[in-house]
């Protein structure tokens, strides 16, 4: 039998591990924390969970019909229309639509000007950076107000240096308040994280940390860990940060997240009945606030179950604050927004590496990073983190069908040989 090893059991690293194991391989899944990655729950000791940040299972029914078939053979995916909201002057009595639609422009006094601006705006272009095609698109006015402070907060970095392929899936400007990316979107009945255990229930999972490879010539032989272990395989899979991996003395940033799980008794509602998140390009040190009420569970009335997220990288000030912190700073503003809360319970979660940072530089160093691991012949590698883009679960799954093609074409290949 075929020895694969994969390293990481997030979204990634569970859906290869069920693929290949179906096709006979000797699966071994390396993770060196839980089992779920960015898609594991906050539990509360009250009993109730909710996403670490909101994870909408979406994809185009026709085009990537696979996500929903490989997610409804270990759950019930049940259709959900997803609304956001975007309060730009960080008051909960003001809700603008978000995609930001032509409605928010009567919002504002200068409607005008807004609009003068936007007749001369050329639309939608194929502009290299963010700030620049946010421009095109929506006018200067409406990007200041909307998008910049937001995006900078977003991702600690200037928006003009801001690039990728992912602005006209993620940006819209619909004439009238629209479901979250149009629409095509599920949640499933049971937990991510039963869910990704159930994939690789006949891999063998081992929590330890990867360290590093050995090698011989143009083949990995073994993954070093940080238990001490040498785990040797046929091929591996790598769904980690390659710079771990690799040997090189570059390393890759990412933006990291602090997420704050919060199950507060509250005498009213955050957001309007439909909406299910918010978000505030304002002061405030945190961009999302969601209220899980679509999560399958019976929250008593008059109690919520929030998350706030936290954007920073790794070691500065809002990454470094003690726990506490994050729950004081939501009850201070839910206090200045006039509702009266009591916290339940609070639960932090860390993400070191939440997004891939889409500047030129570091997408350069991952493409000489990545050069490295790609010299291995049986090395394949998947994922957010692995791959430094800024994709969805809808597009690692994809990937994890084509790493089980190629793996298999490999095979095929030195069969023939
Ligand atoms: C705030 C937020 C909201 C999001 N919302 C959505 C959404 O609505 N819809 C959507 O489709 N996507 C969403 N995403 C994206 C989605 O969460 C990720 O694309 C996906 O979960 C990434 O899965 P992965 O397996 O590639 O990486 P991860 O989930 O990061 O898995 C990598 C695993 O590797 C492990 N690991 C790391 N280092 C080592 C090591 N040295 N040795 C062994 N194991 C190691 C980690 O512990 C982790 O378990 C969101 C992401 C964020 C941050």
Redesign the pocket.
Known sequence: MVDVTI????????STGYLLANEGFDVTV???????????EIEFETGYHCD???????FDDEEEAVVGELFSEFTHIEPHEFYAATYPRGDLDDPHHYPVSKQNIDEWDDADQIREELEQAPGKTDAEFFEEYMINQVGRTLYERYNRSYTEKHWGIDPKRITGDWFDFKISFPDEEQEFFGGGAYYPEDKYTDVLQSMIADCDIVF????GLETEGDRITAVE??SGDRIESDLFVS???PS??VDTDESLEYRS?V?LGAHVGADESLFPDHVDWGYFPNHYDFT?ITDYEFVPQETPAGEQILTV?FPCFVGDDTWSNDERWYADYLLEFLDEQGIDAELLDAQVRR?P???PLPVTEQIETFERINGKLSAYDNMFN?????TYEY??????VQQAYETRENILAERRTEAND
Request: charged letters at 25%.
């Open positions: 390293i990481g059991a997030g979204v990634a690293g569970c390396i993770e060196r924390d839980a089992v779920g990655g960015l898609l594991r670490s940040a909101p994870h909408l299972l979406f330890d940390g990867v360290t860990t940080e769904t980690i940060d771990i991996v997240m997420i999302r997220e993400a590496r939440a997004y998947l994922g957010r983190v692995s994709i969805w679960i809808k597009d690692i």
